[in-house]
């Protein structure tokens, strides 16, 4: 049995007016802007990923990274001698040095957080010079605080700690709509770290060189390798026989 359209030559020329016919349809909407019917279907498949997210639907946070879970501070702030499960020789140091000398434990812990050469120095003056002018013209220390508390928020984003309004939200459940942007999250977390400094200044420099003593070696030890000599064991010379 013969092939219809070669039986039939009037429904070849059908088909190829019909050909014709499309073609022009299609350049004509190309000339108006619109899209191609497989393009326009490919593109109600392809699903919108929304700014400042991830394909996955994960945040992204303020440099363009997934967002992680924030780590827990490894003491608390009134935890004066450390956690009660694990004695650090360390701790006692830090409370110390808060007490008595809160200019050396602030210059330490900057020291600590990998700063540029005499960072110990650079901190620890300044903030001697404001402890001594806000105690002798207030009767307390109120204008060091404002000098240390970015150590602070150093020490938050290093290591990625949780800020005191996650912290709150996360126990009452308020403050969700600041915790939600990151923008406002950070302008609030920064003020914690301020308020932090000036009501509990002494507890928050233990606290934050409790820390960086856990987390980072003294900047010292990695200055140069520690090289110990073994001296030679005695030698003996055996007379012949």
């Not at 935890?79 to 008595?100: I, Q, W, Y």
């Not at 990625?160 to 406002?184: H, W």
């Not at 400094?197 to 003294?218: D, T």
């Amino acid at each position: 049995m013969a092939n219809s359209e070669e039986s039939s030559p009037l429904l070849t020329k059908q088909n190829q007016e019909q050909e014709t016919k499309d073609e022009k349809e299609l350049n004509t909407k190309a000339k108006h802007g619109a899209a191609p019917p497989l393009a326009e279907a490919m593109k109600q498949s392809t699903p919108a990923v929304p700014m400042g997210w991830t394909a996955d639907g994960v945040p992204l946070s303020l440099i363009g990274e997934p967002m992680v879970q924030r780590a827990q501070w490894d003491s608390g702030l009134f935890s004066c001698l450390g956690r009660n499960d694990e004695f650090c020789s360390s701790d006692l140091e830090v409370c110390l040095l808060g007490s008595v000398a809160p200019c050396v434990l602030y210059g330490s812990n900057v020291e600590r957080l990998g700063s540029a050469p005499g960072a110990f120095t650079n901190h620890c003056l300044p903030y001697t010079g404001l402890y001594f002018i806000g105690n002798s013209l207030f009767g307390w220390n109120c204008l060091a605080p404002w000098f240390s508390y970015p150590a602070r928020t150093a020490i938050r984003r290093k290591f990625n700690l949780e800020g005191s309004c996650e912290a709150l939200a996360r126990s009452c459940g308020c403050c969700g709509s600041l915790v939600d942007d990151e923008i406002q999250r950070e302008q609030c977390e920064s003020a914690c770290d301020f308020a932090t400094h000036v009501f509990c200044h002494a507890c928050a420099l233990c606290q934050e060189g409790r820390e960086v003593r856990r987390r980072l070696p003294h900047p010292g030890f990695n200055a140069q390798p520690v090289l110990v000599m073994i001296p030679p064991g005695a030698q003996t010379m055996g007379r012949g026989a």
